[in-house]
């Protein structure tokens, strides 16, 4: 497969890519991590408040295969598929 990014997918393409329950995060510098779940997300952005930095965004696809954005770090239990906001 050819992508059109230089580096691979990014932005709405990577969004594509996703499973459902997979997040993207996106530094300040606009590089993104793929996490396989909430606990990988949580670990990613314990190593971002440790390097003294905060997310841009955080890019999360639901079980519907929606897309869920958050600007800056995701408030806690955000990403649950629990029927409401946490």
């Not at 993207?24 to 952005?45: G, H, I, M, N, Y």
């Not at 079980?63 to 990403?79: F, V, Y």
């Amino acid at each position: 497969m050819v992508w059109d990014e230089p580096a691979g997918p990014a932005g709405a393409s990577l969004d594509r890519l996703l499973s459902p329950g997979q997040f993207v995060l996106t530094e300040p510098d606009a590089s993104e991590f793929v996490c396989a779940d909430r606990r990988q997300l949580q670990r990613k952005l314990a190593e971002c408040e440790a390097r003294g930095i905060e997310p841009s965004e955080v890019r999360w696809r639901r079980r519907d295969g929606s897309i869920e954005r958050h600007a800056g770090r995701p408030p806690a239990g955000w990403g649950a598929e629990t029927g409401r906001a946490s």
